[in-house]
């Protein structure tokens, strides 16, 4: 089993910056953190939950969304089992409870994820 627990959210003014973690828990038995393909996502209130970014198991292979390009950086330290989400120039429109996943096998870029965190709130204000 995966255990999964983001943290560094918070309340940040709209143009600043802030990174997020995710700390991955796996037994044993179900392989090294090494061999997960990690994701990040968001879900704003009343929206749909929305792709973020996601990380391959080789960590200079990476995917993110149109709306964050160029702005967050997903990154992973396979030593610390961590996977991190650094944004900057946030946006009102970047306010959502943002949660990481995990899965090991997958196409690349990941169609969906066995594990789920529980959510770490960013909130960006003017």
């Known amino acids: 089993q995966v255990q999964l627990v983001e943290s560094g959210g918070g309340l940040v003014q709209a143009g600043g910056s802030l990174r997020l973690s995710c700390a991955a828990s796996i037994r044993t038995f179900e392989r090294s953190f090494s061999a997960y393909f990690m994701g990040w996502f968001r879900q704003a209130p009343g929206k749909e939950r929305e792709f973020v970014a996601a990380i391959s198991r080789n960590p200079a292979i990476t995917h993110s969304a149109d709306s964050v390009k160029g702005r967050f950086t997903i990154s992973r330290d396979n030593a610390k089992n961590t996977v991190y989400l650094q944004m900057h120039s946030l946006k009102l429109e970047d306010t959502a409870v943002y949660y990481c996943?995990?899965?090991?096998?997958?196409?690349?870029?990941?169609?969906?994820?066995?594990?789920w965190g529980q959510g770490t709130q960013v909130t960006v204000s003017s």
């Open positions: 996943a995990a899965i090991r096998n997958s196409v690349w870029p990941p169609v969906a994820y066995d594990y």
